[in-house]
């Protein structure tokens, strides 16, 4: 299943406000900083940068296929309770 599926079956939502950034190629952390996201569909990229989520809600969240590295405080201030990270 694709990762936005595995998603909305953990937590089990129906209709859920997501953000989808999959159409999004720039990876920089400004993209995606202090936006206030919840809930998002990460987009396929090679590497996460320091705080590239920074000060967000993101409770979950599903790294993409083909990540390969995750670099410190990448998710930092954000209320995580879970993360999956592919095989």
């Known amino acids: 299943?694709?990762?936005?599926?595995?998603?909305?079956?953990?937590?089990?939502?129906?209709?859920?406000?997501?953000?989808?950034?999959?159409?999004?190629?720039?990876?920089?952390?400004d993209t995606y900083?202090?936006?206030?996201?919840?809930n998002i569909i990460l987009p396929s990229i090679k590497h996460i940068r320091t705080y590239m989520f920074e000060n967000n809600m993101l409770t979950v969240v599903f790294i993409p296929?083909?990540?390969v590295e995750i670099e410190d405080f990448a998710f930092?201030?954000?209320?995580?309770k879970d993360i999956f990270i592919p095989d």
């Open 33 to 38: 900083r202090s936006n206030r996201y919840k």
């Open 1 to 29: 299943k694709d990762n936005a599926t595995k998603y909305m079956e953990y937590l089990n939502f129906t209709n859920a406000e997501i953000v989808d950034l999959s159409g999004i190629s720039k990876e920089s952390d």
């Open 65 to 67: 296929d083909g990540v």
């Open 76 to 80: 930092d201030r954000n209320p995580l």
